[in-house]
């Protein structure tokens, strides 16, 4: 790779053109940072880019991968570990696909956690009630975690982190995966056992057709009443309509979301001062027991530090090798 490899930079913000600038130093690459989402539109950006960097909300469907391998995009390299945005099936055999699939487990699942404390100790609603000297305890309060049933669904690297955590605080966990780890020391249950016995929830597994809508108006029937949902994984595993039925009913008790259906077009954006379309959403943001961050869980220094050196090392690997450990197959 005597001549710079030139990347394509598709929705780069602020802590992103910092984190890679840094990366970058010393190496073979030459980067261009839109600010602008790829899609059918935006495409046309990456003309004479060998390489197009993406991350969640990026659209890389059939359109978009025809027209970046007719510009002679060679690699779509993936700034995160899920990949549900990409149609890799059309991918394959046309252009290469590589991501990150761990820099920080811990980041997530912290953020999980502190989702979960800041709702049932309405840490939220006392923050803006001192900053206005009001010192009230009326509404303020909360339940211990210590004794309460956790389940957690999916457990991978950030499943395995929140169990530990959740561990920490005296909780007890069971837990449902699709391929169980073995000799973990996990208490395996079915789904439906989670359901019906998990006082919280947290959502930890990827994105699929199987576990789009995971939550659905009849899985929150099964559900205890008063139960917590944490979703830090993809909002589509959550029917958003569902769970504001489920909070306005009182069967369920708080939302802690980090990430949303129909993020793609909100999150990440400051829309302070825009009439807001999305209906469920605002509704959602409404709620008392309804907390949302805009799909900032991987958000901390260690994990942008390892998200930045994993994507060009995957890039270097591929351009110079024509495959990668981090390759994604269909
Ligand atoms: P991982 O691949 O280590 O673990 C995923 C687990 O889900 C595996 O144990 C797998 O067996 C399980 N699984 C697969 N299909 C399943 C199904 N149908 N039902 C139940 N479990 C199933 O992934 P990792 O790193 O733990 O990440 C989990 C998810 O977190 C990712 O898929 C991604 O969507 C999300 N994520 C969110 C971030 C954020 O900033 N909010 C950042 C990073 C990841």
């Given at each position: 790779?005597?001549e710079?490899?030139?990347?394509?930079?598709?929705?780069?913000?602020?802590?992103?053109?910092?984190?890679?600038d840094e990366?970058?130093?010393?190496?073979?690459?030459?980067?261009?940072?839109?600010?602008?989402?790829?899609?059918?539109?935006?495409?046309?950006?990456?003309?004479?880019?060998?390489?197009?960097?993406?991350?969640?909300?990026?659209?890389v469907?059939?359109?978009?991968?025809?027209?970046l391998?007719?510009?002679?995009?060679?690699?779509?390299?993936?700034?995160?570990?899920?990949?549900?945005?990409v149609?890799?099936?059309h991918?394959?055999?046309?252009?290469?696909?590589?991501?990150?699939?761990?820099?920080?487990p811990?980041?997530?699942a912290?953020?999980?956690?502190?989702?979960?404390?800041?709702?049932?100790?309405?840490?939220?609603?006392?923050?803006?009630?001192?900053?206005?000297?009001?010192?009230?305890?009326?509404?303020?309060?909360?339940f211990?975690?210590?004794?309460?049933?956790?389940?957690?669904?999916?457990?991978?690297?950030?499943?395995?982190?929140?169990?530990?955590?959740?561990?920490?605080?005296?909780?007890?966990?069971?837990?449902?995966?699709?391929?169980?780890?073995?000799?973990?020391?996990?208490?395996?249950?079915?789904?439906?056992?989670?359901?019906?016995?998990?006082?919280?929830?947290s959502?930890?597994?990827?994105l699929?057709?199987?576990?789009?809508?995971?939550?659905d108006?009849?899985?929150?029937?099964?559900?205890?009443k008063?139960v917590?949902?944490?979703?830090?994984?993809?909002?589509?595993?959550?029917?958003?309509?569902?769970l504001l039925?489920?909070?306005?009913?009182?069967?369920?008790?708080?939302a802690?979301?980090?990430?949303?259906?129909?993020?793609?077009?909100?999150?990440?954006?400051?829309?302070?001062?825009?009439?807001?379309e999305?209906?469920?959403l605002?509704?959602?943001?409404?709620?008392?027991?309804?907390?949302?961050?805009s799909?900032q869980?991987?958000?901390?220094?260690?994990?942008?530090?390892?998200?930045?050196h994993t994507?060009?090392?995957?890039?270097?690997?591929?351009?110079?090798?024509?495959?990668?450990?981090?390759?994604?197959?269909?």
């Amino acid at each position: 790779m005597s001549e710079k490899t030139k990347i394509a930079f598709f929705d780069a913000k602020d802590y992103d053109t910092a984190s890679f600038d840094e990366a970058a130093k010393g190496r073979n690459f030459k980067i261009k940072y839109f600010e602008t989402k790829l899609d059918e539109d935006t495409v046309k950006l990456a003309k004479g880019y060998d390489v197009v960097c993406v991350f969640v909300n990026d659209t890389v469907n059939e359109k978009v991968i025809n027209s970046l391998t007719k510009k002679g995009v060679k690699l779509i390299a993936l700034r995160c570990a899920g990949f549900n945005n990409v149609d890799v099936a059309h991918a394959a055999n046309n252009i290469g696909v590589v991501r990150v699939p761990a820099y920080s487990p811990y980041a997530v699942a912290e953020h999980a956690m502190a989702l979960l404390l800041t709702s049932i100790r309405r840490i939220h609603k006392a923050y803006i009630r001192t900053k206005d000297f009001n010192f009230s305890l009326n509404g303020l309060m909360g339940f211990d975690l210590h004794g309460k049933t956790v389940g957690v669904v999916g457990t991978g690297k950030i499943g395995r982190v929140f169990i530990d955590i959740c561990r920490g605080f005296g909780m007890d966990v069971i837990a449902y995966d699709k391929f169980p780890a073995k000799d973990s020391g996990i208490e395996y249950v079915p789904i439906e056992e989670i359901w019906k016995r998990s006082d919280i929830i947290s959502f930890h597994c990827p994105l699929t057709e199987e576990t789009y809508h995971m939550v659905d108006k009849k899985s929150i029937k099964n559900m205890k009443k008063g139960v917590v949902l944490i979703n830090t994984s993809r909002g589509a595993l959550i029917d958003a309509d569902a769970l504001l039925e489920g909070i306005r009913s009182r069967h369920v008790g708080a939302a802690c979301l980090d990430v949303y259906e129909e993020e793609a077009d909100v999150f990440f954006e400051d829309r302070s001062g825009h009439i807001f379309e999305d209906d469920t959403l605002a509704r959602l943001i409404s709620m008392p027991n309804v907390i949302v961050t805009s799909h900032q869980a991987f958000l901390t220094k260690e994990a942008l530090t390892n998200i930045a050196h994993t994507t060009l090392d995957n890039i270097e690997e591929y351009l110079t090798t024509g495959k990668s450990k981090n390759e994604v197959t269909v």
